[in-house]
């Protein structure tokens, strides 16, 4: 298999990736996405604006930079920017879009190129197949509140 069929394909997976957690997350309420179904539990405000910071880590890994630090302490929390449907969608669908641009600037024979981390190492194809595995991860968290909130319809399958 060519170089060249992996980057289409995996291209086409991070579209996918995109486009489910981004239907899922325009499905649901503001009032769901800031409370989740009212408990302690992790809200989809937050782990959607660490799908957003993740992506531009990524993105900025691929491209050659330095990401912005990982926050301190526990669990990521929207910041107030972030905290309303429309922000979120903008949010994740910008960052995840930046994460695809960056791969399909990488030159074929480039997607398998070591770049350095402070604890180790990846490549543009790990950072790739991580984006789409972590957004699908999160995507199934939103799913599951939809669901414990009564919305049965499987929005990523539109």
Known sequence: MSLEIVKNYITKQME????S???DL???SEEVLLNGVGGEERKPIDFSYEVAFVNRRFATRISGGT???WPEGGWM???EEFRSKEAAVAGVRSATQEMIEAWRA???DEIT???PLPTGETSPLDLAFSMCWHNGYH???LNYVQELKGDMTMHWQD
Do not use: H, L, S, T
């Not at 996918?16 to 486009?19: N, S, T």
């Open 139 to 141: 995507d199934a968290q």
């Open 77 to 79: 929390v929207a910041p």
């Open 113 to 115: 190129k070591v770049i």
């Open 21 to 23: 957690y981004v239907g």
């Open 16 to 19: 996918f990736a995109r486009d």
């Open 67 to 69: 990401p912005e630090a």
């Open 106 to 108: 990488i030159p074929v």
């Open 26 to 28: 325009e499905a649901m």
